[in-house]
């Protein structure tokens, strides 16, 4: 996925979903179906663009690439334990949701590409195995295979930043940068839950600020990955 990972990576990250979907795409089509992007995201909309991490990432202000996968689902589809939590403002909701991201077959190339050529004794400490994935909570400076930090979380989202190692510029501007909102909100008249994955990518280093950090081809990878990841999120919290 671009906006996930380096474009020296993105073959390698996106054969999965963006292979899946040209090779079979009707098959594709009905895997990840349900999955849309929100037009409406935008800095006017969404309060991630003013969070203080991303500000710090981007001091010259250039343009970046953003979106929003979502996944609409219905209270009576999602497991009982993890909707009687978040009802009662509970974080097991939005943790299942990650845990499924990151630990089900979505990420599985990615990760085990990040184990081969960056795995090392300085960042063994990294979550790096599926059912640890799958098991943790997801707070404040957890680490996923070298790749991802969580900068921030809430009962109901968690913020990821990726791109490069956490351990490259941890408070500064990065050539290829990513942030990642993972969230789960509830609408208790209607009766869903609607689960997003919210990408924002931008280039901190570079004086273009009218160059957008992905384009045409790319921006169809991403958007595939995208829709996989969600896939594999919310089913991991339904019933």
């Known amino acids: 996925m671009a906006s996930f990972f380096s474009r020296a ?14 090779a079979a795409p009707a098959v594709f089509h ?11 995201f935008s800095p006017a909309t969404d309060p991630i663009f003013q969070h203080p991490f991303l500000k710090k990432a981007n001091p010259k202000n250039n343009s970046y690439f953003h979106d929003c996968c979502y996944r ?61 994935l799958l098991r943790t909570t997801y707070p404040a400076g957890t680490i996923i295979a070298d790749d991802f930090i969580v900068l921030d979380k809430s009962t109901n989202c968690i913020i990821l930043r990726g791109g490069e190692s956490p351990r490259v510029a941890p408070g500064g501007p990065r050539d290829m940068d990513t942030y990642i909102t993972l969230t789960a909100e509830l609408d208790r008249d209607a009766r869903v839950a609607k689960f997003k994955l919210k990408s924002v990518v931008l280039n901190g ?3 273009g600020k009218g160059l957008l950090p992905l384009g045409g081809p790319e921006v169809f990878l991403h958007q595939q990955y995208a829709k996989l990841l969600v896939t594999a999120g919310v089913d991991h919290c339904t019933a």
């Open 9 to 22: 990576r993105l073959a390698a990250f996106s054969r999965v979903a963006a292979g899946t979907a040209v």
């Open 72 to 132: 609409t689902v219905p209270f009576d589809r999602i497991r009982p334990d993890l909707l009687e939590d978040a009802l009662s403002g509970g974080s097991k909701l939005v943790e299942t949701y990650s845990a499924g991201v990151w630990g089900r077959y979505a990420f599985v190339p990615q990760r085990k590409i990040m184990e081969k050529v960056r795995k090392s004794e300085s960042n063994a400490g990294d979550i790096w195995d599926k059912e640890e």
């Open 205 to 207: 280093m570079s004086d």
């Open 30 to 40: 009905l895997w990840t179906r349900q999955c849309a992007f929100d037009e409406s």
